[in-house]
Nanobody, 124 residues
Framework: VQLVESGGALVQPGGSLRLSCAASGFTFSTYAMSWVRQAPGKGLEWVSTISGGGRTSSADSVKDRFTISRDNAKNTLYLQMNSLKPEDTAVYYC???????????????????WGQGTQVTVSS
């Protein structure tokens, strides 16, 4: 099983980035997929989740700026990030879960698989 994130970079405040996560070794379409981030010196923070069928949910802090999507034919997860702020600076991880319960995904981070992360830095 592999989850490989890409697309992280240094970007100015107000800028945009698109993260990708390429999945292999499991039946991607049957898993809920999430983006979880970790800012320097802080704990994990749930960002957004998309179900196998395409239902999405996002944290209030990113809801109007970030969009999660997936392409089950390409086994790839995306996160479109617009209007980036310095507080969005973090390592962004993609994660896969068989659970469908919000607490497992958004609070307890009960994921079956994790990627290695990609660094997003928002700074002028």
């Amino acid at each position: 099983v592999q989850l490989v994130e890409s697309g992280g970079a240094l970007v100015q405040p107000g800028g945009s980035l698109r993260l990708s996560c390429a999945a292999s070794g499991f039946t991607f379409s049957t898993y809920a997929m999430s983006w979880v981030r970790q800012a320097p010196g802080k704990g994990l923070e749930w960002v957004s989740t998309i179900s196998g069928g395409g239902r999405t949910s996002s944290a209030d802090s990113v809801k109007d700026r970030f969009t999660i999507s997936r392409d089950n034919a390409k086994n790839t997860l995306y996160l479109q990030m617009n209007s980036l702020k310095p507080e969005d600076t973090a390592v962004y991880y993609c994660a896969a879960a068989t659970s469908i319960y919000y607490r497992d995904l958004e609070k307890d981070y009960k994921y079956d698989y994790w990627g290695q992360g990609t660094q997003v830095t928002v700074s002028s």
